[in-house]
């Protein structure tokens, strides 16, 4: 019978056996391999890993020995791996991904005394870490540094790096700067974007225009009445009709401009952060 022991680096509750593996049966198929050849090989295959994994650790190879841990964690699950591999990235600086490690733990404790082991080495990776919760009146998506905040009791929280980052609610941005060891609330009230502003420059200019060329138009059609000649009077007059025109093109011109904006609508709110989209 062969059984498979784990030899952890730093673990305060000793060694630990896998499940015993019964014998290989006699293939049938020399070239066959049988479901127990399988799980044997994936547990040898494992249990070389962490032996790696172990060695490097002591040999401070720490991005290694995090690279073996994390193999020998996807081949066979187990806490005393994972307990081992919140230790490398701890010493990788890798606090956030270590917290999470040792909160997986947490769930699993035998007892209250790996409880409080467990606990003790995850308040290693607390002053390198920021307990981050949104609390926002009404939105879609929420973003932090292009990503959807997870929600822990529905509401948006993580736990990040120290640093400036970027919050994204629906369409409002705003940059947080965060100590390392802090527990931040982010209070927000989206609100509904607001629409462009009018371009009053622009119908200013309209404005003028019209004023001036109303002003021409009623010049040139009294001029028009107290000339004689009837040359002078017809080109008078064709001049007036022209600036009449004028005025009322720029004024039909503001009139659009001034319903457009009024028709504004709100641009849709986003379905999804920019990095999961």
């Known amino acids: 019978m062969t059984v498979v022991h784990l030899v952890l680096a730093m673990s305060v509750w000793g060694r630990v056996a896998a499940p015993d593996v019964p014998p290989d049966p006699v ?9 127990v050849d399988g799980e044997s090989q994936r547990l040898s295959e494992a249990s070389a890993a962490f032996t790696l994994g172990v060695r490097a650790y002591k040999e401070e190879r720490y991005q290694d020995a995090r690279e073996h841990f994390e ?3 996807r ?3 187990h806490s005393d791996t994972l307990f081992n591999l919140g230790l490398v990235q701890q010493a990788v600086d890798d606090h956030v991904a270590a917290w999470h490690s040792f909160d997986a733990l947490l769930s699993d404790a035998a007892d209250e005394v790996e409880r409080e082991d467990i606990l003790a080495a995850q308040a290693v990776s607390r002053a390198h870490v920021v307990m981050l919760e949104v609390l926002v009146s009404d939105a879609s998506v929420i973003c932090l540094d292009g990503r959807t905040m997870p929600r822990v009791a529905d509401r948006p929280s ?3 790096t120290p640093g400036e980052h970027q919050l994204d609610v629906d369409h409002q941005r705003r940059q947080l700067q965060l100590e390392g060891g802090q ?49 002078a009077r017809l080109g008078l007059g064709v001049g007036a009709a022209v600036m009449g025109v004028g005025a009322l093109t720029n004024a039909a011109t503001a009139l659009v401009i001034t319903r457009r904006s009024r028709r504004w609508t709100p641009p849709p709110a986003p379905t999804h952060c920019p990095i999961d989209g």
Not at 27 to 35: I, R
């Open 27 to 35: 293939p049938t198929d020399p070239g066959a391999t049988s479901p």
């Open 71 to 73: 193999h020998a964690q």
């Open 75 to 77: 081949l066979e699950p």
């Open 158 to 160: 993580v736990v990040t």
């Open 183 to 231: 527990t931040r609330t982010v209070e927000l009230i989206v609100a509904a974007p607001a629409p462009p502003p009018l371009p009053r420059r622009r119908l200013r200019a309209l404005a003028v225009l019209g004023i001036i060329s109303g002003g021409a138009a009623a010049g040139l059609g009294l001029s028009a009445g107290l000339v004689q000649p009837p040359v």
